[in-house]
């Protein structure tokens, strides 16, 4: 089953554009890394992947699952089972971490026609999904991502997914500001989670996140569309060369 | 259109009427006040403490003292009263409801009635607190209060279960004006909560109240002392809190502006004995055509006192808040540590803000910081919560409610805390739904 489609997607931000004809296909189950130096387009991918205000589309389609993702506020794709997890997860003083996990489950359930979870019922799912990423409940007591740690935001986003359990997540330079203990906790977290019927599309600058989470695919954007794309041994090439070798290749390469 | 000379005639002319505390020494106040009110009359906007807050409304109002005679159930009192199971004074459109009041039972040592229940003569306790001398309100109110609660504790005597008046407008008679002067003594190393709560039964409620509380704290004193003003949006509340503090006490003023057409406060508090401490904290949520104006004065007349205050507000709509918060740093009071911040979202365009914090520091000694910010609801922080699955009209509520209730975290009640959560749930501006 085909996941995502994104198909010849352009998109400017203030009048310039970003991302300059991007195709991509994911199917049910399967990891994608998109990889990139600075610049190349991937958070803007990932922001209108999510829906976020300020980049306008001039050209192509995004479907997931089947239906136009483009028409639909960030809210309604979170509730059809899109995720982002955030390269930057805000803090948010006097909202409650347990507030927010209660607020967004029960938005996706009730867009799933389900009732809302009863207190210990919650509460006890809640506490399994911590264990995956070992945080400890007083964080749940904690304003969200007030005073956390680099590497306690970046578990506390993975929670939030384990939690909400997406068909389709995105992981925007999850592996960004972690130290190698954390890197391996999230990635476990996240290894965790993937299942046949749920997709991930991991956005990094880095090759090291993909020694923890392997993809099955490797796509290289730069400069707003991919220009290559391989298994997991294009990021060891990468590794190897860097990104100046992409520069030189010729338009329309790759995807 | 009227001139304020208009509603300052109609005021004194009221004077005549006022019958409580009906003594020599009393009579002598009120005739002084009336004398000071004749002067100067009602606060104009060259007076730079009312530059931002215009009367010209309140004056093309015509009060009336007379109410129409209204009977609330106590099922009604429960439902408007903030907390339950605490003392009770009730006090209905200007009138002490004694038999909605909780008043038995109180502990040896422990005085609570209504000012109009009073057998003692306490003209001595009268405008200790309030300076007379400037135009404002203290004048007016001298001269008209009419009713209010009297509390006082004796040395060493905790009072561990909550005091709640409830000043309520039945919205029965239209315009009504209400006077009501509070006086609040402890003794040394007493300690006591107290909610002044103002609320209207009636949405659509009118009039006005004008509020004097004055507050003695000796030795060692504890005073939790809440403010509620949840009246509704087409009235007048014009109030003074003023505090003496000796050494060692300590006054926690939590100040909540939620309702009135123009709501007016001003908070004052001497520290006037070492180690004496103020906390002050304030939220004011307005909207529609709502004004609120918010005015501290925090002197630090002696060494090593302190005090830590924060105020903040919402504002959408058309509203205007004012927020004038000035610590004063005397030449002696040398290792003062004061502390003042506001902090404003405003939720659309049409809304305002003035709003000034001021130190004026005459030690060389002390640890002061002060600011004021004003901001707009966070997009980040809104795309990530949409991003979470909440409707923007949910995020947009649950930014602004973090917001506010952040200053419910400095209170020392935990049920107070909640309760006021909750009024405050239910009062969010429409702004932070849309």
Redesign the interface.
């Known amino acids: 089953m085909k996941m995502l489609e994104i198909k010849n997607l352009h998109a400017t931000i203030d009048g310039k554009e970003i991302l300059k004809g991007i195709d991509l296909t994911v199917n049910a189950g399967e990891v994608h890394a998109i990889m990139g130096p600075n610049g190349a387009g991937k958070s803007t991918l990932s922001n209108v992947l ?4 300020g980049y306008e589309i001039t050209q192509g389609e995004i479907l997931y699952k089947g239906e136009n993702l483009i028409d639909l ?3 309604e ?3 059809r089972g899109v ?2 997890a ?1 390269q930057y ?2 803090e ?4 409650s971490n347990i ?2 996990l209660k ?2 489950l029960n ?2 359930r009730k ?1 799933q026609g389900l009732d809302e979870l009863d207190a210990i019922d919650f509460l006890t799912l809640v506490r399994s999904k911590m264990e995956l990423v070992k945080m400890d409940e007083q964080f749940l007591h904690r ?1 969200v991502n007030e005073g956390f740690s680099g590497g306690e935001k970046k578990r506390n986003e993975i929670l ?1 997914m384990a939690l ?1 359990e997406p068909a389709l997540a995105i992981l925007d330079e999850t592996d960004s500001g972690l130290d190698i203990d954390a890197l391996r906790i999230v990635s476990e977290g996240v290894n965790a989670l993937r299942d046949t019927d749920r997709s991930m599309i991991m956005i990094t600058h880095y090759q090291r996140l993909l020694d923890y989470i392997v993809p099955d695919y490797v796509h290289v954007l730069s400069n707003g569309r991919i220009v290559k794309s391989g298994d997991k041994d294009l990021a060891k090439e990468l590794e190897r060369s860097g990104y100046s070798w992409i520069h030189d290749a010729p338009e329309g390469v790759g995807a | 259109m009227k001139q304020l000379a208009e509603i300052h005639t109609a005021f004194i002319e009221r004077a005549d009427d006022v019958s409580l505390l009906n003594t020599p020494a009393v009579n002598a106040l009120r005739q002084k006040a009336k004398a000071q009110f004749e002067r100067h009359g009602l606060p104009g906007k060259k007076q730079e403490d009312w530059k931002y807050t215009s009367l010209w409304q309140l004056g093309q109002e015509q009060f009336v003292y007379q109410a129409v005679e209204t009977t609330l159930d106590a099922e009604t009192i429960d439902r408007l009263a903030l907390v339950t199971g605490s003392y009770r004074l009730v006090i209905v459109d200007g009138v002490f409801q004694p038999e909605l009041s909780r008043l038995a039972d109180l502990p040896q040592g422990v005085k609570l009635q209504a000012m109009s229940q009073l057998d003692a003569d306490i003209a001595d306790q009268l405008n200790q607190q309030i300076d007379l001398e400037k135009p404002g309100f203290n004048a007016l109110n001298t001269m008209l209060f009419s009713e209010g609660l009297y509390l006082h504790i004796a040395n060493d005597i905790q009072l561990s279960q909550t005091i709640e008046l409830v000043v309520v407008n039945s919205g029965k008679t239209a315009n009504l004006a209400v006077h009501l002067r509070h006086l609040v003594r402890l003794e040394n190393g007493a300690k006591a909560t107290l909610i002044e709560h103002y609320v209207a039964v009636d949405d659509a409620a009118t009039g006005l109240n004008d509020i004097v509380t004055e507050v003695a704290l000796a030795q060692d004193a504890q005073l939790e002392h809440y403010k509620l003003q949840q009246e509704s949006v087409t009235s007048y509340h014009v109030a003074t809190m003023a505090a003496h503090q000796a050494e060692g006490s300590h006054w926690h003023n939590a100040n909540i502006s939620l309702g009135g057409k123009l709501a007016r406060n001003d908070v004052h508090s001497r520290l006037e004995g070492e180690a004496a401490h103020l906390t002050m904290s304030g939220l004011y949520l307005v909207a529609g055509d709502q004004h609120v104006d918010n005015h501290t004065r925090i002197d630090h007349s002696v060494a090593n006192t302190s005090s830590d205050e924060v105020y903040k507000g919402v504002m959408d709509e058309k509203s205007h808040a004012v927020f004038n918060g000035k610590v004063f740093v005397h030449k002696d009071a040398q290792k003062t540590d004061a502390n003042q911040s506001n902090h404003n979202l405003l939720l659309s365009r049409g809304c305002e803000i003035d709003t000034k914090p001021e130190m004026e520091i005459y030690a060389d000694d002390v640890k002061c910081g002060h600011g004021s910010t004003v901001g707009q609801i ?4 809104l ?10 009209v ?2 947009r509520s ?2 602004t ?3 506010a ?2 200053v419910l975290e400095r209170l020392p009640s935990d049920e107070i805390k909640q309760a006021l959560s909750t009024v405050i749930e239910q009062r969010l501006p429409r702004g932070a739904k849309v």
Do not use: C, H, K, T
């Open positions: 999510a829906g976020r205000d506020e960030p809210e794709r979170a509730q995720f982002l955030f997860p805000v948010i003083p006097g909202v507030y927010l607020a967004a938005a996706v867009y304003s939030q909400l | 966070d997009m980040d922080q795309f990530f919560l949409r991003a979470r699955g909440l409707d923007e949910s995020a649950l930014l409610f973090a917001f209730v952040d």
